[in-house]
């Protein structure tokens, strides 16, 4: 595969018919909690906010945006195989995810990583503050996403969250 990886694999929106294959990538990094585990219903239900790389039509990588206010995003769920390590593909992932983000009007981009060196190089500075308004906190706190509510460094999310490091990029 890894010869593939020069050559022959591109980005591109998922679709239904990937969910199985983003449900395994995803539980690949589950056991040792680089990713939390999802449901398959889950990623049906956000399909459209992720993007995908293949290597002769099979899901190699795959990233996520998903919109939590007028002007905020979380890239989340950024993965690629190991095997498939090295090549870039996670670059290009999350740099479709970025240009996602500014055609949708979004200014500021959250993760939550532990890998904040790949996050850098892309202008992800750590996160010190709630990164809202006093308001826009109040209306976040209505959202039943695990995401918004690491975002919000929520207590009831500390035990799946340690390690990890919040960042933004203002775009």
Known sequence: MSDLLANNWR??????????????????????RRLLSKAMVTLYEDVQ???????????????????MWSDLAEVRTVAVHPESQGGGMGTALVSELIVRGRDLGISRIFCLTFETDFFTQFGFQILEDSGVLPHVYEELLKSGDEGVAEFLDLERVKPNTLGNHRMILRL
């Open 49 to 67: 906010d992720f993007v995908v790389a293949e290597v002769n039509g099979e899901v190699v990588g795959c990233g996520a945006l998903h919109v």
């Open 11 to 32: 980005v591109r929106a998922a679709a239904t018919a990937d969910v199985p294959q983003l449900w395994e990538l995803i539980d690949h990094y589950a056991p040792d």
